[in-house]
């Protein structure tokens, strides 16, 4: 099963543009991180986020946790075509595996 | 260097065959993980390695499927008499310890026929 639902499901933008997407899950984290998947590859880690944090920044990317409502978004400024992939989110649930999301589609057109 | 490597990259069977997928981690990291993917769907965790052990087995999801890490490196996922529902991408990952940043190899796609 999986625990987190990011929402939406598929973002369509322009270049320039920002996107943002959100994760929700179900039961208390110890951290929650970012992942992007390219079609046909696996998943690179983007941004790590531990439950006593609010915000973190990397680079063009930005990533808030509410832990009260157990939600997280996550923000790509300035898009590029480069920045087309799926977005997971994943979540430890106080335990040593990671549960993933069903992930957003992003697609960035030139 | 070398990110983690999992071979076949394709692997198309029978149903009822036996199927070995192996997975070579990022040198010394401790901790391995399987996942299955299927399409459109993220990630769906089968076992976790701390070193040589099977910390956690929760997600496999009969005991058609076992896994070794028998020397703490490489790791070999095993499928018993497949079914055409185990055909998915199958995914390694390795973490210098749990709790920290996955790097994931690029899977092997496995086709029950």
């Known amino acids: 099963s999986q625990q987190g639902e990011e929402d939406p499901q598929a973002l369509s933008i322009q270049e320039g543009e920002n996107a943002t997407m959100n994760c929700s899950y179900k039961t208390s984290i110890n951290n929650l991180q970012w992942y992007r998947q390219n079609s046909g590859r696996g998943l690179v880690h983007l941004i790590l986020?531990?439950?006593?944090?609010r915000e973190k920044h990397s680079g063009r990317l930005r990533v808030t946790l509410d832990t009260s409502k157990k939600s997280s978004s996550l923000l790509i400024t300035a898009s590029r075509a480069a920045d087309t992939a799926s977005y997971f989110c994943?979540?430890?649930?106080?335990?040593?595996?990671?549960?993933f999301g069903t992930g957003t589609r992003l697609q960035v057109f030139p | 260097g070398a990110g983690v490597s999992q071979t076949p990259s394709n692997k198309v069977t029978e149903k009822g065959k036996y199927v070995e997928l192996r997975c070579d981690p990022i040198?010394?990291?401790?901790?391995l993980y399987w996942y299955r993917q299927s399409l459109g769907q993220g990630p769906e965790f089968l076992i976790y390695f701390q070193g040589t052990g099977a910390a956690d087995d929760s997600g496999l999801p009969n005991d058609r499927f076992f896994a070794v890490r028998p020397e703490g490196s490489v790791s070999t996922l095993k499928i018993q008499r497949t079914e055409r529902g185990d055909s998915a991408v199958y995914l390694c990952a390795s973490a210098l310890y749990s709790n920290q940043p996955q790097h994931f190899g690029d899977g092997t796609r496995l086709s029950i026929l």
């Open positions: 986020i531990r439950s006593n944090e």
């Open positions: 994943a979540t430890d649930h106080n335990t040593d595996k990671l549960i």
């Open positions: 040198s010394g990291h401790t901790a």
